[in-house]
């Protein structure tokens, strides 16, 4: 099992970027993003069950953010809009067996793609 993330970058405070996440080896109960900004503990950012039905944000998300899958070949998403500043931080993906959007305990782990946003 593999999760390699991509699509971080240098983006200007008000600026989108679209996550990447793809997944091989096998389907998933759930899976999520979290995030790491330098000098802080890892934090959640948004869970989705594997179908869609369920989905978490964390609260700073404030509709901003938007996690999703594609179907066809199991890549996953986050989409994020209205960027600030305080958004930089290294973004990991996750996948688990089972629906726990905000537990930290993921099987498995992407390697993190760093998202950069200057004021």
């Known amino acids: 099992v593999q999760l390699q993330a991509s699509g971080g970058g240098l983006v200007q405070a008000g600026g989108s970027l679209r996550l990447s996440c793809v997944a091989s080896g096998r389907p998933f109960g759930a899976y999520a993003w979290f995030r790491q900004a330098p000098g802080k503990e890892r934090e959640f950012v948004a869970a989705s069950s594997w179908r869609g039905e369920k989905k978490d944000y964390a609260d700073f998300v404030n509709g901003r953010f938007t996690i999703s899958r594609d179907n066809r070949d199991n890549t996953m998403y986050l989409r994020m809009n209205s960027l600030k500043p305080e958004d930089t931080a290294v973004y990991y993906c996750?996948?688990?067996?089972?629906?726990?959007?905000?537990?930290?305990?993921?099987?498995?782990w992407g390697q993190g793609t760093l998202v950069t946003v200057s004021s």
């Open positions: 996750a996948a688990r067996a089972t629906w726990a959007p905000r537990s930290y305990s993921y099987s498995y």
